[in-house]
């Protein structure tokens, strides 16, 4: 592939991504931190190194970018007029990519949740769905 950019504006650009990308991530950070649920972060002992995971509920966090993960939403049809091809092969790959890893995940019984990027200002939806994670206590 070739770049119109020059290196050092490719290193900027992607510098940019790399700190836009991070964000999300962040922000459900400090909602698991609120819920008091623990967690830890990129961990890579479990298949596709889930963004957060919770080990007392079993539960893998991935924090999805629309785009990248192919999500049905507006942002994440919106392929570059550029590359479409490439573009669309590597989300194909990518969605393939995250469905071995939900399968790998509950072979060793863990669940797997994808918070999508384009719902992560609903807050109260998302301490919701943090909180139903929870076991449901035994009678
Ligand atoms: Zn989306």
Redesign the pocket.
């Known amino acids: 592939l070739t770049d119109s950019f020059t290196a050092r504006k490719r290193s900027s650009i992607m510098r940019c991504v790399k700190s836009a990308r991070t964000r999300p991530e962040e922000h459900v950070r400090g909602l698991l931190r609120q819920c008091r649920i623990k967690y830890r972060s990129q961990f890579r002992r479990l298949p596709g190194t889930p963004d957060f995971a919770l080990p007392d509920l079993r539960v893998a966090l991935f924090v999805?970018g629309?785009?990248w993960h192919g999500?049905?939403?507006?942002?994440?049809r919106r392929v570059p007029k550029s590359n479409r091809t490439y573009w669309t092969a590597k989300v194909a790959r990518n969605i393939q990519r995250d469905a071995k890893n939900v399968k790998g995940l509950r072979l060793i019984g863990w669940r797997s949740v994808v918070l999508?990027?384009?719902?992560l200002s609903d807050d109260a939806g998302l301490r919701r769905r943090l909180f139903s994670l929870a076991p449901k206590p035994l009678r």
């Open positions: 999805h629309c785009f999500h049905g939403c507006p942002r994440g999508w990027e384009c719902r």
